[in-house]
């Protein structure tokens, strides 16, 4: 079932991609009216939120706009297609979703592109109100930064050539496989498949072009996110499909601000009760059909 229910992510994900891919291989993602699976959801504006006991909500609220960290270059989580500014996808889902019920419409959200190793740097510097990011939830991070969710849980997998022999981590040894810094799954890598030969970058699109060209073998990170990629390369690359990890994905926010934490777990459990959550994920990865929603950790 479970592989059923990826296929028909995949599917979904692939019906976004054909509404074209801008030069360079850069992918559109969902555009409205032009044969996406639903319509893009909306979100009601929670007119009564009041949070001011939360530093960080009361400058934002005071700013009239929250800044929210997100991924630019991950189809169908995070990304920004050729020709548009605005970020789509499933992250970006959840931060219409989150702001809505902190009081701020879709319109008061300002994007910040973080790549994976400035996350915890910029919670930590105020560049930004939190972060969205395909940002796995783990104790080490938690030491800088505190995290509301998780909101969904990924796994981490391999995305190789459509004629791979490539079937899992244990292969890797002697392999090429590329990661970003500052990420679980390079991390990982390091400390479990010593034998594999790791290059990173600070993007995973570029762990993609460096597979197209050959000159890597593999790239490693979350299945999610992999299968963006596949979906953008389709008959080119695969994803081996055996999640190796558990990656928990949460809202990163500045430590202690535990209103605001209260908060943010509120907005996604309500979310995921009254049915925006299903629609954030249909309209950005597919069916939910065998999708569980993870239990929200108040730490
Ligand atoms: N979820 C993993 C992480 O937070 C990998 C994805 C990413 O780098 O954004 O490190």
Redesign the pocket.
């Known amino acids: 079932m479970k592989k059923l229910s990826m296929a028909v992510a995949s599917v979904a994900i692939g019906m976004l991609a054909l509404s074209g891919c801008g030069q360079g291989g850069t992918p559109d993602a969902p555009a409205e009216g032009d044969g996406a699976q639903s319509e893009a959801p909306e979100y009601t504006v929670n007119e009564e939120a009041d949070f001011a006991d939360s530093k960080t909500w009361k400058a934002a609220k005071d700013a009239g706009e929250l800044n929210i960290g997100v ?1 630019f270059d ?1 189809p169908g989580l995070g990304n920004v297609s050729a020709g548009s500014e605005d970020p789509e996808g499933f992250d970006i889902e959840i931060a219409k979703m989150v702001a809505a019920e902190l009081g701020f419409s879709a319109d008061q959200i300002k994007y910040t592109e973080t ?2 190793a400035n ?1 915890e740097p910029f919670l930590q510097q105020g560049n930004v109100d939190m972060v969205i ?4 939830i ?1 104790d080490e ?1 938690k030491k800088v930064v505190d995290f509301a969710g998780p909101y969904y849980v ?1 796994g ?1 997998d391999l995305l190789v050539a459509e004629d791979s022999d490539i079937a899992g981590p244990e292969d890797l040894a002697g392999k090429k496989v590329c ?2 810094d ?6 990982n890598i390091k400390d479990k498949y010593k034998d594999a030969e790791l290059v990173t970058y600070d993007a ?1 699109s570029k762990c993609v072009t460096d597979l197209q060209s050959g000159s890597v073998d593999a790239v490693t ?2 299945d999610a ?1 992999l299968r963006g990629y596949a979906q953008q390369y389709e008959g080119e690359f695969k994803v081996v499909g055996k999640p190796f990890t558990e ?1 928990p ?1 949460g809202v990163g926010l500045p430590k202690d601000d535990q209103d605001l934490r209260d908060a943010v777990n509120d907005a996604l459990q309500k979310g995921m009760d009254d049915g925006d959550w299903d629609k954030a994920f249909e309209y950005t990865l597919g069916s939910t059909d065998d999708v569980d929603k993870p239990e929200i950790d108040r730490y």
Do not use: F, L, M, W
Request: aromatic content about 12%; glycine content about 4%; cysteine-free.
């Open positions: 991924k991950q790549v994976s996350r990011a395909t940002y796995t783990n991070r990924a981490q990661s970003v500052g990420s679980t799954p390079a991390q995973y990170t979350d996110i990656e994905y």
